[in-house]
């Protein structure tokens, strides 16, 4: 069973990013003109896709890749052009269907010119954690735990990797000064207007958890790489089966 903090945090998650900042997570995931702020994160967000579709391989044919935390669907599209069969999954129901609304266009462009050749993604709202969803080859969740304390952000790992066959990956944010800044000070504003804060994460903190987690034993940390782009700061790290 999720721990109680982990299921608080999942719905404070879902609310925002279901109501409160559908809009705007709607333009910043679009090429529309944002400022420059927005451009920042926007472009550390695109440079930290491509690192982790950059550590999947070219040919994803006949297997199964889980986009844990989709959003509107960026790198799952990317997948299933290299023919995985992707389940992408969110909290938020309002960016399931934007990205079912963008998606078609899209997958129909790139089937024209012959380059989905059997890919294909099932969206789905729901819990990244829920055992239906299957089995997977690879499993994907960029900056879907980011707003999870470490304890918590490493039992979600733990629970996906238990359905995970090849390898994991996944980001988080790096500690530092100003990030703790940013957090504290965003406390400051009404609760309804705040956003999920970000939890910083200390990386030996956090290998030491990895480590620790019995779930975990028959892993090994792969590669790991920190996106920094203005207003965006985040690493990804690479867990493999041996």
Do not use: K
Not at 60 to 83: K, N, Q, S, W
Not at 141 to 155: E, N, Q
Not at 161 to 186: E, H, K, V, W, Y
Not at 218 to 242: D, N
Request: with cysteine.
């Amino acid at each position: 069973m999720a721990p109680l903090s982990y299921l608080q945090r999942r719905g404070e998650i879902e609310t925002y990013f279901d109501r409160t900042a559908a809009q705007a997570w709607a333009r910043l995931t679009s090429d529309a003109p944002v400022g420059r702020i927005r451009a920042s994160v926007r472009a550390g967000r695109e440079r930290m896709r491509a690192t982790l579709l950059g550590w999947l391989p070219e040919d994803l044919h006949g297997m199964r890749l889980l986009d844990a935390g989709c959003g509107t669907g960026a790198l799952a599209v990317e997948a299933a052009r290299r023919g995985a069969q992707v389940v992408a999954i969110d909290l938020s129901p309002t960016l399931i269907e934007l990205a079912r609304e963008r998606q078609p266009a899209e997958l129909g462009q790139l089937a024209q010119l012959g380059q989905l050749a059997g890919g294909r993604i099932d969206f789905r709202a729901g819990d990244m954690l829920d055992p239906a969803l299957g089995r997977f080859d690879y499993i994907v969740g960029m900056d879907s735990l980011i707003h999870y304390r470490t304890p918590d952000a490493v039992r979600v790992l733990a629970g996906l990797a238990q359905r995970a066959d090849r390898s994991l990956l996944f980001t988080f944010a790096p500690s530092n000064p100003a990030l703790i800044l940013f957090r504290a000070a965003g406390r400051l504003f009404p609760r309804g207007n705040r956003a999920p804060w970000i939890e910083p994460v200390a990386e030996r903190s956090l290998h030491r958890h990895l480590a620790a987690d019995p779930t975990l034993a028959g892993w090994q940390r792969g590669r790991t790489q920190r996106v920094s782009s203005g207003f965006y700061t985040s690493q990804a790290l690479e867990m493999v089966r041996p």
